[in-house]
């Protein structure tokens, strides 16, 4: 496995504290699997878990894993919920903290895109910055605008965003330039989009909701067959082979998957496939946003 893939991986956490996934048929794990997906990560040299305020008890989870491994300590992400004018952020920060069981976070992302409104807010989470309680400051974007936006805060570090064979380079290429311009480093999550592109095709296919997403997910699946790769290797290298990309999420259910995923590592997506992944142009990017899914 290549130390470099290895390091830009970064191992989402809300299957830890909540039933999350479209694919997910098992619900949240105990706490003795979430600490078997823990150790493997660690195991095989995942060092950066992300996680937030509203992922059930996530945090919470990393802490027990936390106290229990004291030689096993990940550098955490994690994204603070709504902000409420004249609400104390750092005392929120604190608890996650404690509830991590760290001194200081890796980064502080702000969830909601439109806290950023607020002066105060982002006022104090400068302040919590400068304090030494988390070493970065970043946002969470969902949109091209809202990436262009933040690439002008000169008090954020990272930016999150969709990345996948579907929310492609085709959509995001320009806008990531200019953040990597402005001195952002670029994080993407959805590589698997929430496990809908794991989906079955045909299953895919008779739904009403994400069938105008067929044909795109169908080409994706014919390019993995052609380059003799599994799909899902197909979604994580066409992250992974991305320089521009900081660091790449991905999120388990269990051991095995992560196992998986660790096999693929190595793996490369021939020039053509990725070629052929770029020319994929979504109209209707509403369908890509597990936000707008149907509940």
Not at 12 to 38: C, H, M, R
């Amino acid at each position: 496995m290549t130390t470099e893939n290895i390091n830009k991986l970064v191992l989402g956490t809300v299957q830890l504290g909540l039933n999350y996934g479209i694919n997910n048929i098992n619900g949240k794990p105990t706490l003795e699997q979430a600490f078997d997906i823990l150790n493997k990560a660690w195991e095989i040299g995942i060092r950066y878990l992300d996680t937030a305020e509203s992922y059930g008890d996530s945090q919470k989870v990393i802490g027990q894993f936390h106290a229990q491994n004291p030689d096993k300590v990940f550098n955490v992400i994690t994204k603070l919920k709504g902000y409420t004018l004249g609400e104390d952020i750092k005392g929120r920060v604190q608890s996650c903290l404690q509830d991590l069981q760290l001194d200081k976070l890796h980064c502080l992302l702000s969830h909601n895109f439109k806290d950023l409104e607020h002066y105060e807010y982002i006022q104090q989470i400068i302040r919590i910055k400068s304090s030494g309680l988390a070493e970065k400051l970043g946002v969470s974007v969902y949109t091209n605008e809202e990436l262009s936006s933040a690439s002008n805060f000169d008090w954020c570090q990272i930016i999150q965003l969709p990345y996948n064979v579907l929310d492609n380079w085709n959509l995001r290429g320009e806008a990531i330039f200019k953040a990597i311009e402005n001195n952002k480093l670029i994080q993407v999550r959805s590589t698997f989009l929430q496990g809908l592109l794991l989906k079955d095709i045909e299953q895919i296919k008779a739904d009403t909701y994400f069938n105008a997403l067929y044909e795109s997910i169908f080409q994706v699946n014919n390019l993995a067959v052609q380059s003799n790769l599994p799909m899902a290797s197909i979604l994580l290298q066409y992250a992974l082979q991305n320089n521009s990309l900081s660091q790449v999420l991905i999120g388990v259910e269990n051991v095995s998957q992560l196992i998986e995923i660790e096999n693929w590592l190595n793996q490369v997506i021939p020039n053509e496939t990725l070629n052929s992944i770029e020319e994929i142009f979504i109209s209707d990017t509403s369908k890509l946003n597990p936000v707008n899914w149907p509940k």
